[in-house]
């Protein structure tokens, strides 16, 4: 059963911390993807990654980074939380080759900073 | 320029009554997948189904299609016989062939099953 997990369902933090979000997947995919979900927004695509130690900016960038040291994980990093990154953040990967190939997503990660 | 549109925010349904959902999308790279997922309230995306550009057959999967009309650039989900548990969100995404396995997503749809 493929998967895609992340570390934490729920989490509450306070303004200025710095924010961990942890993804791995089982399936071997090359690209993986962090978005963050917004009532009347849909997805939008935060950062992603098509190989280990390589990274792209997606639509909102602004105040995340990213780390992937390892193939089957991908890190979110929030340097200083902020109250309008109170989200839900949603990790996924695929395979880079063909338009059919969808992504798989984690369960989200609903993140509250106050 | 929006990608992909989802022009109803909401949408009701009789419970086995068939409802359709809306999109339109927006591309000139002409190879490109279209995918629809569902988001029950518990959060996680569902993968339902998958039109490719040059499929010259509407997808099918179960009570799920894709009325796929290339011209229009539409890509409308159809669920037959609507159940309670079909109540949820339901994103419309693409994926281009050049742009390294992005999806992009269409601000969604909420639609609501009454018994």
């Known amino acids: 059963d493929v998967k895609v997990t992340q570390s934490s369902r729920y989490l509450v933090k306070r303004t200025g911390e710095k924010v961990f979000l942890e993804c791995v997947q089982d399936?071997?995919?090359?690209?993986m993807f962090w978005y963050r979900q917004d009532p009347g927004l849909g997805l939008r695509l935060i950062y992603f990654?098509?190989?280990?130690?390589?990274?792209e900016k997606g639509d909102i960038p602004e105040g995340y980074s990213v780390s992937r040291e390892k193939k089957e994980r991908f890190s979110l990093i929030l340097e200083s939380a902020s109250t309008n990154q109170t989200s839900m953040y949603l990790c996924?990967?695929?395979?880079?080759?063909?338009?059919?190939?969808?992504?798989?997503f984690g369960p989200g990660t609903r993140l509250t900073v106050l | 320029a929006q990608k992909i549109t989802q022009t109803q925010p909401g949408m009701f349904v009789q419970e086995k009554e068939a409802v359709t959902l809306d999109c339109t999308y927006d591309?000139?790279?002409?190879?490109?997948?279209l995918f629809w997922y569902k988001q029950p309230s518990s959060g996680e995306m569902i993968f339902l189904i998958y039109?490719?550009?040059?499929?010259?057959q509407n997808a099918t999967e179960g009570r799920y299609s894709l009325n796929f009309q290339k011209a229009r650039k539409s890509a409308n989900l159809v669920i037959s016989a609507s159940q309670l548990g079909d109540s949820a969100m339901y994103f419309c995404?693409?994926?281009?062939?050049?742009?390294?396995?992005?999806?992009?997503f269409g601000q969604g749809t909420e639609l609501s099953v009454k018994p």
């Open positions: 996924a990967s695929t395979r880079t080759a063909g338009v059919y190939n969808e992504q798989f």
């Open positions: 399936m071997d995919h090359e690209n």
């Open positions: 990654s098509y190989d280990v130690k390589m990274k």
């Open positions: 591309t000139s790279d002409p190879s490109y997948g």
């Open positions: 039109q490719g550009s040059y499929d010259q």
């Open positions: 995404a693409m994926r281009e062939n050049n742009q390294g396995g992005k999806l992009i």
